[in-house]
């Protein structure tokens, strides 16, 4: 899918969600963006390498205030 935007897609879906924080939204539509671009690839691929997204992602994923 050529015309595929990862980040416009993520925003679309996961930029309004209610997190309690607008970090942690922000964080979601970042981390599902990663993920949209390496479909089928684990949370540490889709980072390609950048610490600060794959902390940030686990950081997500561990937060109470956040339900998968």
């Known amino acids: 899918m050529s015309i595929f935007n990862a980040e416009e897609w993520a925003k679309s879906h996961f930029q309004h969600a209610k997190l309690g924080d607008i970090r942690r939204a922000d964080r979601l539509v970042s981390t599902a963006a990663n993920m949209a671009r390496s479909s089928g690839k684990s949370i540490a691929l889709s980072c390609r390498g950048n610490e600060a997204e794959l902390e940030g992602a686990y950081r997500l ?8």
Do not use: E, G
């Open 61 to 68: 994923i561990r937060n109470d205030n956040v339900s998968l």
